[in-house]
């Protein structure tokens, strides 16, 4: 069984950010529970990166979908003013592009 210590300081962040936005909302599934094990050990093992590389690539799916779309309505709409919601979504991907260099 292949493992992964996870030993960057920026890999922690990000899984620790991830870990603490789950907190946030409470969620207490199989993937927060991931994320939740990965940022208190500091590893992950076999089947949880597989688990961790499916949430991130699903999530980072998503979160393109989500961020063009708003780029289109904000440039149609630029009186809305959601730029501090974009550049937070930026955020997000880049992190999520960079955890799952990591992994893979």
Known sequence: MSKRIIKGERIKAIIHNIAEDFRF???M???PLLFYKADTEGLLRGAEIEQMVEYLTTG???L???IQWRREFLTEN???GEIKMLESLSVIEKEYIE???FLR
């Open 25 to 27: 909302s409470g969620e």
């Open 29 to 31: 599934g199989d993937f």
């Open 60 to 62: 980072l799916k998503e």
């Open 64 to 66: 393109q979908d989500n």
């Open 78 to 80: 630029a009186e809305i």
């Open 99 to 101: 955890l799952l260099e």
